[in-house]
């Protein structure tokens, strides 16, 4: 059941850790321009957003009554952090290597302060600790942490592709990943509501019918055996590392604003692990044909008719009958 636009409108608390995953650009899509104008626009950017009120001090006040007694090195510490305007975020790790801005404002979030200082370890509200970059708990800080600090674990994998660290679990105090239920919830896109400007958006030529851009090719994934079978069928044009044709990302773009239908198909199957898979087609123009969980869970993130789901298909031939009648019978896609 497709559900209210609304529902998409409201604000969600994110934070940064999108958009270092998320494809740098702001574009926004219609996909049916020629019969009617969806209310929405796709952003694989946050937009402005308060600095999370899970990772606000809480209770900073020292004459706070609901704790215990604070000793005299907690209150000192109490006092340093009321004196502190900003939530300190201490990025312990910076994702996979790669380093985004570390201004709060870039992201137009306020009262909140984004640091790989680590010297600032006794001041922070929180640390980030992104999961594939710790490897082992030798990496974690050795100073004894302050009593009003936040753990923070952040992954964006799904659990296929992240290693477990068992000694974790204990450590940890906030989660921040793509499943909803973590505690900040980050996706790798979202909508936005649509302005009136917007109105002029063109279909990008097409010349191709399906395609997909594929690098991490597994026998044992599901994606690669429903491809398998599903390219008896029809065409797909294959790109990138998985199909011994690698692409530039200038021709990532191109080439997914050429298709009809793009196989957006994740690596590994879980609970609300939707990437830019999808999101990326939605914003170039091309239709997501999915592959991932259950088509109620991608009906949480974006509408029951913006994508195909192979699941609404008993089978890789009859989705490929579908495509051909759609592509024959309708002259808008
Ligand atoms: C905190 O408590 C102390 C002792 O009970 C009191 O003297 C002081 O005024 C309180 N501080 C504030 C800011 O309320
Ligand atoms: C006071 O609390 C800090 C941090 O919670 C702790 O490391 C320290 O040992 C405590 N000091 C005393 C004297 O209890
Ligand atoms: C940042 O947030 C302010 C206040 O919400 C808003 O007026 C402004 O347009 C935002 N700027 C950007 C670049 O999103
Ligand atoms: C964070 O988790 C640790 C370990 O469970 C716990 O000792 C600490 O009190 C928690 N800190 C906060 C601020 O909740």
Known sequence: MPSQPSKWSHQRTIIFGCIVLCFPVILYVYYKPDIKLPSFNI???????????CLQPQELHPNCS???????TQKIQVAAVNNEPDTILLIWFWPFGFKFGDSCSDYNITRCRLTDDRSLYNKAHGILFHH?????VSNLPKEPRPWFQKWVWFNMES???SG??????????????????????????????RTSKQE???????DKLVCWIVSNWGGHQRRVQFYNEFKKHITV????AGCNHRISNEEYTTIMQSCKFYLSFENSVYKDYV?????????HGAVPVVLGPPRENYEHLVPADSFIHIDDFPNPKELAEKLLYLTNTMTSI
């Open 159 to 161: 659990p296929a592709n």
């Open 66 to 72: 609901n704790r215990e007694q604070r000793n005299d």
């Open 275 to 283: 990437t830019e898979k999808l999101y990326a087609p939605l914003i």
């Open 132 to 136: 594939r970059d710790i490897h082992s």
């Open 164 to 193: 477990q660290i068992p000694e974790l679990n204990h450590l940890i105090n906030l989660t921040c990943s793509y499943r909803l239920d973590s505690h900040i919830p980050v996706q790798y896109g979202y909508l936005v509501p």
């Open 237 to 240: 044009n294959c790109y990138g």
């Open 43 to 53: 952003s694989s950017m946050i937009g402005p957003q308060p600095c999370p009120k």
């Open 200 to 206: 002029t958006f063109k279909l990008p030529a097409k």
